[in-house]
């Protein structure tokens, strides 16, 4: 009775159970208590459920437990099955899990003869996911969290819709499918591809590596990511990502046995420009024309906030920074991306407060 | 007469002459001479060797020049002719060039007899060397100048050696065909490869395409960069390049081909990681342990700046700084990258002067 109450009294903010309390589970748990939800936590590791619980990611479930919304947060290859069972466990609920790859789930959703109650969830937090971060509820905060109907209701899709508005996430609403082509292409080859330019230094001594510059750190940072879930992913979504790993092998062949490999190369860098040209800038719009101002910065403490509090003075706003350090010299390099009609006025600013403009 | 005194009366500062007025010629003539060096440039285009005297590159070159070093700085394709040229046309000189591919070049250098004379420069301005910018003396200036010997005199060494002194790079010895091989994996191959994971976004629509996280912004950075020089580069270094290109190939392969995808993505995740950590950060030293701060930070001009005061309070040092912002949200990310021994400080002092934390 008050169960139905709550949810009657306040339809935004349904009652949830979320399955699974690591990271991800525990954050939007934390998330949706902070923000006045009747949230349950559980996890097949007692220690772990107990933990989340004592953080405020929610209630230990009670017995006769009927969730509004289910959140089914466990690892991606567990993900299919446990959806299942929460489908057939509560059959007034709406289910929802947030696994990075979305077809085999709601596949199994829907083999279940559940799936007008399944919704799926792709809750994007970005690269600072892995590693050993404490939970918090604003972990996806201004991120984007994308929704998966696939043949949901409205009344399903409204509800799981609640979860990322609350923890005020940028909600994208596309099928499973595509999706799932999506990521294999925005995020899984490249990781794998970050991580073959980065295995390909093996051949080098120190010495030569030490002759990377700001592109090589740019392509391999992501190959720095610990392998973890991929393994889970990769076997999910295998169709999609060897259908980019083909494209992308394709090109570097069409380079590697070109007749001429400048010609082949000048256009696969054609090529890629023009993709890359597509790669939203800050608010969905298309990129901004931007412009690198580069300074030369002592790489001391208090003397990148100098140079910012000179920036600020012009009252030009920063788009994006590169901090570079130059392997034995005492200065680094500090690359300000500002909207192109201020770069002459920046520029001029700061030589006249005696910073050193390295390129602009 | 005056040129022989100059230079015995100053061995740091030989008589130079440069060879091609472009970008990084008229650069390094700009640095020389606010460091006091006689410098003459040319270019077989009128106007543009006219345009770097105008801008202070060096003087026209006089009948009888008699420099002791000649630097050759013309497009790659060119500069194993001219350089030829200059080793015949000045007897006495030593001649060094800049294109970033240098086996090619040294070979060319002994055929002419006169390899003795020759001395191979790479200097890497980066990647804001390309698009349009204005020469300027400290393009170079805390950045890695390669220098290769390739059996010259020392003498001959340490004259071309005083160039990036006088221009306060950062000076690396290597031979010819060491350094190809390892610009070929530090630079070309992971030009190529970030072309190739760009130009396969091709198959997606724009939705799509703004799923991207700050991951395939970075492996894609250089995608954006001119085709410009690559075309040469590839030509002159085929055989290194093709060489990384067939191990980053490989490596695709063996995982779009595994029987267990998962198993083999975790394999190269796990060796691409070694190879990562390789990778120098600053000072040329190993990486230090860097712990990532994700501050939540509303997009308006002087807010990064309050944010970088507020941290510069606390006494911590940014090694590294990441602005994201996501679509259609106000607020952006800036992630602040620390020695992980102060990354604990940091979150404490900011969370107590009301910045949100995203992740630490």
Redesign the interface.
Request: proline share 4%.
């Given at each position: 009775m008050t169960t139905v109450q709550r949810g009657a009294a306040d339809p935004t903010r349904p009652v949830t159970h979320i399955i699974g309390a690591g990271l991800i589970g525990a954050s939007i748990g934390i998330g949706l208590v902070a923000d006045g939800w009747d949230v349950t936590i559980d996890d097949y590791d007692a220690v772990a459920a107990k933990l989340a619980r004592s953080i405020g990611a929610g209630r230990a479930p009670h017995e006769g437990l009927a969730p509004q919304v289910v959140v089914v947060a466990v690892p991606p290859s567990a993900a299919a099955a446990v959806v299942r069972e929460a489908l057939l466990a509560w059959p007034d609920a709406v289910v929802t899990d947030v696994a990075s790859v979305k077809a085999p789930i709601a596949l199994a959703a829907h083999r279940s003869g559940h799936g007008e109650r399944y919704v799926g969830s792709h809750p994007?937090?970005?690269?600072?996911?892995s590693g050993g971060?404490?939970a918090?509820g604003?972990?996806f905060?201004?991120?984007?969290w994308?929704i998966c109907p696939n043949g949901a209701t409205a009344e399903a899709i409204a509800l799981v819709r609640c979860l990322p508005e609350a923890l005020q996430c940028?909600v994208?609403t596309?099928e499973a499918e595509?999706?799932d082509?999506?990521?294999a292409?925005?995020?899984h080859?490249?990781?794998?591809?970050?991580?073959?330019?980065?295995?390909?230094?093996?051949?080098?001594s120190?010495?030569?590596?030490?002759?990377?510059?700001?592109?090589?750190?740019?392509?391999?940072?992501?190959?720095?990511?610990?392998?973890g879930m991929?393994?889970?992913i990769?076997?999910l979504n295998?169709h999609a990502?060897?259908a980019?790993?083909?494209?992308?092998?394709g090109?570097?062949?069409d380079?590697?046995e070109a007749d001429?490999?400048?010609?082949?190369?000048?256009d696969?860098?054609?090529?890629?420009?023009?993709?890359?040209?597509?790669?939203?800038?800050?608010?969905?719009g298309a990129k901004r024309d931007i412009t690198?101002v580069?300074v030369?910065v002592p790489?001391?403490?208090?003397q990148?906030?100098r140079l910012?509090?000179d920036?600020?003075d012009v009252?030009?706003?920063?788009?994006?920074?590169?901090?570079?350090?130059?392997?034995?010299?005492?200065?680094?390099?500090t690359?300000l991306y500002v909207v192109t009609s201020s770069a002459t006025e920046l520029t001029t600013v700061l030589s006249d407060k005696n910073w050193?403009?390295?390129?602009?």
């Open positions: 994007m937090a970005g690269r600072e996911i971060l404490a918090q604003d972990l905060k201004a991120r984007p994308v940028d994208v596309m595509a999706h082509a999506a990521v292409r925005v995020s080859a490249p990781q794998v591809a970050a991580s073959a330019v980065a295995a390909a230094l093996g051949t080098l120190h010495e030569d590596v030490a002759l990377a510059g700001q592109g090589l750190r740019d392509v391999t940072r992501i190959a720095a990511s610990e392998a991929w393994a889970d990769a076997r295998r990502l060897v980019t790993l083909d494209h992308i092998i090109d570097l062949d380079v590697k001429d490999i400048g010609e082949a190369l000048t696969l860098i054609e090529r890629g420009r023009v993709e890359v040209a597509r790669i939203p800038g800050k608010h969905g690198a580069t030369i790489d001391e403490p208090g990148l906030l910012l509090g920036v600020a009252g030009v706003n920063i788009e994006d920074i590169a901090i570079e350090h130059s392997p034995r010299q005492p200065v680094g390099l690359t050193e403009i390295a390129a602009s």
